[in-house]
Each structure stands twice: as structure tokens, then as C-alpha cells.
T-cell receptor
Framework: AQSVTQPDIHITVSEGASLELRCNYS??????LFWYVQSPGQGLQLLLK??????LVQGIKGFEAEFKRSQSSFNLRKPSVHWSDAAEYFC???????????FGAGTTVTVRA | NAGVTQTPKFRVLKTGQSMTLLCAQD?????MYWYRQDPGMGLRLIHY???????AKGEVPDGYNVSRLKKQNFLLGLESAAPSQTSVYFC????????????FGPGTRLTVL
């Protein structure tokens, strides 16, 4: 079965600074990979997803993620964060023959002025 | 197009009481899911359904039952609530397997006293 690890529980970043959130997955084949964002009191919104092809994926709100098969990673990046990016971010992995997604524990991002 | 909706938004129960959470989607999705979200644990799958009239157990099914009598609705029941079931519950739906994104509802915050 697939699994996901998000090593960072909490990250604090200054507004305007760059952000990188780490995600490592475990799966025997090429996975489907997702990043979701959850603002306080809200449901989860998809930021971006990777299925195949170009390993650098662009998403909404200026986010991008890079799939690195050799490192089993799918890190999320944003060049310049805005105060509205303060939220919890979840990495998820899906298998090609499974209905389910496995979620990481999440990384909470705090943006300071 | 409302997407995925959940009722109620908040609920407080006493130990031993029962309740049903309702999830509805208007995207004609075949697959629906119930998750619980607890601090530091990400989202864990409770039950899921791959079509009308079908249900299956997820990662943490004990203490919950589900029904999918209509394609657009997925009900989650707690027959005898316990304090360990205090959580935020999310419903999600998707078109097919893990290769497609899951769309999430806004969540139900349940407290069991």
C-alpha cells in the first residue's frame, strides 16, 4: 500500500519569502500525486496534481511541485508567499489500481508580516 | 453547481447517542468517501463507495456505518457515539480511481461529550 510522509509539521515564513514544503511517498510504481490546501475552517482544495509527463507541475495560486522519482519526493514550492497562503497543506498519493488516496499528516504554514 | 455539501456543519453529542451525517454531490461522481481529520494525523479514510448501493471499509471503519442508496448521497452513521469519535468529518467524491482528484465538502465538526 502507498504512504506519504510530510517531515515538517509547522513552517513559519515571512511574507514575500519563498516557501518549500516537503513530501515523500512510498509506492512501488509511478504514483498519482496531489497537493491540497486547507484554509482554517474550510474543506480541502486541490492545488496541483501529477500523473505523468513533465515532472514540474504548475498549480493554482502560484504554486508548483516537482516529482523526483529517484528521491520519492513531490515537494511543493512558491517563490513569494502572501499572507493568504497561511493554511495547512496536505500531500496525497494514489495508486493506479486503487480508489483511495493516502494523505500525509499535513504541514501548517504561518506567514509573518 | 454546489459541488459537495455536508450537513450538519457542527454537532455536539453525548456518549451513546446516535446521529447521521449527510453528504451530497451534484457532479454525478461515481465514487464517494468519508474521512476523519484529527490533529497530526492527516485524513484517514473511514468508508468509501464505488457506486450506488455499494460500500466498503477504509482504514478506520469501526464504530461507523454507511449507506449509498442514491448515487448523489452518502450517509455516515454513528450508532453509539464515543468521545474517541470527536473529530472533523469530511466527505469527498471523484469520477474514478486515485488518478482523479477528490472534491471535498466543507466538513462537519463533531464533539462527543
Amino acid at each position: 500500500a502507498q504512504s506519504v510522509t510530510q517531515p515538517d509539521i509547522h513552517i513559519t515564513v515571512s511574507e514575500g519569502a519563498s516557501l518549500e514544503l516537503r513530501c515523500n511517498y512510498s509506492y512501488g510504481a509511478t504514483p498519482y500525486l496531489f497537493w491540497y490546501v486547507q484554509s482554517p475552517g474550510q474543506g480541502l482544495q486541490l492545488l496541483l496534481k501529477y500523473f505523468s509527463g513533465d515532472t514540474l507541475v504548475q498549480g493554482i495560486k502560484g504554486f508548483e511541485a516537482e516529482f523526483k522519482r529517484s528521491q520519492s519526493s513531490f515537494n511543493l514550492r512558491k517563490p513569494s508567499v502572501h499572507w493568504s497562503d497561511a493554511a495547512e497543506y496536505f500531500c496525497a498519493v494514489g495508486a493506479t489500481n486503487d480508489y483511495k488516496l493516502s494523505f500525509g499528516a499535513g504541514t501548517t504554514v504561518t506567514v509573518r508580516a | 453547481n454546489a459541488g459537495v455539501t455536508q450537513t450538519p456543519k457542527f454537532r455536539v453529542l453525548k456518549t451513546g447517542q446516535s446521529m447521521t451525517l449527510l453528504c451530497a454531490q451534484d457532479m454525478n461522481h461515481e465514487y464517494m468517501y468519508w474521512y476523519r481529520q484529527d490533529p497530526g494525523m492527516g485524513l484517514r479514510l473511514i468508508h468509501y463507495s464505488v457506486g450506488e448501493g455499494t460500500t466498503a471499509k477504509g482504514e478506520v471503519p469501526d464504530g461507523y456505518n454507511v449507506s449509498r442508496l442514491k448515487k448523489q448521497n452518502f450517509l455516515l452513521g454513528l450508532e453509539s457515539a464515543a468521545p474517541s469519535q470527536t473529530s472533523v468529518y469530511f466527505c469527498a467524491s471523484s469520477w474514478e480511481t486515485g488518478g482523479n482528484e477528490q472534491f471535498f465538502g466543507p466538513g462537519t465538526r463533531l464533539t462527543v461529550l
